[in-house]
């Protein structure tokens, strides 16, 4: 893991992408306190979903379709 200030990131940005692409991690610092990370993407689960992989697992009961009354008055309904 390599920790870098945010001005360095900004000047070296292509030298962290592919730092990352590797498999690094990338602490993102500002006045050496870190905040954020970047990271790889995980890759094992990038095969497209199916859809209806749930299905019969849940049901939804009759009223999941039913408009909310607090919501539709927010938004100038009856």
Same mark, same amino acid.
């Given at each position: &893991?390599? @920790?870098?200030?945010?001005?360095? +990131?900004?000047?070296?940005?292509?030298?962290?992408?592919? &730092? *990352?692409? +590797?498999?690094?991690? *990338? *602490?993102?610092?500002?006045?050496?306190?870190?905040? +954020?990370?970047?990271?790889?993407?995980?890759?094992?689960?990038?095969?497209?979903? *199916?859809?209806?992989?749930?299905?019969?697992?849940?049901?939804?009961?009759?009223?999941?379709?039913? +408009?909310?009354?607090?919501? @539709?008055? &927010?938004?100038?309904?009856?």
């Amino acid at each position: &893991m390599v @920790q870098i200030n945010i001005n360095e +990131a900004k000047a070296k940005l292509s030298k962290y992408a592919r &730092m *990352v692409k +590797a498999g690094e991690t *990338v *602490v993102l610092c500002e006045r050496n306190k870190p905040f +954020a990370e970047i990271r790889p993407l995980d890759r094992k689960g990038s095969a497209p979903r *199916v859809f209806g992989l749930s299905k019969g697992i849940f049901k939804l009961g009759p009223d999941f379709f039913e +408009a909310d009354g607090e919501i @539709q008055k &927010m938004f100038g309904g009856d």
